[in-house]
């Protein structure tokens, strides 16, 4: 079974804080995606990586930036948090071309 | 820009009723098609459809990919509370060199009455 694991469930940080958020999958997969969910937007995404050290952006890059040091594990970087940052964020990782696997999500509130 | 419409948005059944999932896209260099169910948590993969008019089957659900009229749908049947959740469609691209994003509908909310 693929496994994606995030680093926290529920996360509270305060506005302007570094938040880094950190994603592992243990199935060699080349691809990881980060995405956000807001209700009434559905799930949208922010940054992918398709090797490491690679990274491309997504639809909604803008206040993020993302590292890939190793090929099992995607951190994503909230530079200076704010509050509009506050949403579900998802992991997924896939090999290419096949489907994404999400993680559990990691609940963030910026206040 | 990549579109993918999901109809109903919410739909309400009672218990033992088949009911039809609608997607709908407009994704350049499409590649293939993925539903999604996600209950409290992480959307868990269903299928993932890539050529016209073969059906996909897994116990009481199936899906089906029209390429031509740019759609799918996934269909249950004897539907079961268990089955409560918001179905999500997503289309993925073929990529240049590296991995490309999934598009994702705004899912449809499927509540089934006991």
């Known amino acids: 079974d693929v496994k994606v694991t995030q680093s926290s469930r529920y996360l509270v940080k305060r506005t302007g804080e570094k938040v880094f958020l950190e994603c592992v999958q243990d199935?060699?997969?080349?691809?990881m995606f980060w995405y956000r969910q807001d209700p009434g937007l559905g799930l949208r995404l922010i940054y992918f990586s398709y090797d490491v050290k690679m990274k491309e952006k997504g639809d909604i890059p803008e206040g993020y930036s993302v590292s890939r040091e190793k090929k099992e594990r995607f951190s994503l970087i909230l530079e200076s948090a704010s509050t509009n940052q506050t949403s579900m964020y998802l992991c997924?990782?896939?090999?290419?071309?096949?489907?994404?696997?999400f993680g559990p999500g990691t609940r963030l509130t910026v206040t | 820009e990549d579109k993918v419409v999901q109809s109903p948005l919410s739909l309400v059944v009672h218990e033992g009723d088949t009911v039809t999932l609608n997607c709908s896209y407009e994704v350049t260099n499409f590649r293939s098609l993925l539903w999604y169910k996600q209950e409290k948590k992480a959307p868990t993969f269903l299928f993932m459809l890539t050529s016209s008019g073969i059906e996909k089957k897994s116990g009481r659900l199936s899906s089906i990919l029209d390429k031509k009229e740019l759609f799918s749908i996934l269909n249950i049947t004897a539907t079961q509370t268990g089955d409560s959740a918001v179905y999500l469609c997503?289309?993925?691209?073929?990529?240049?060199?590296?991995?490309?994003?999934?598009?994702f509908g705004k899912g449809t909310h499927l509540i089934i009455q006991p």
């Open positions: 199935m060699d997969h080349e691809n």
């Open positions: 997503a289309a993925l691209p073929y990529s240049g060199g590296g991995a490309d994003g999934l598009t």
């Open positions: 997924a990782s896939s090999l290419k071309g096949l489907a994404q696997y």
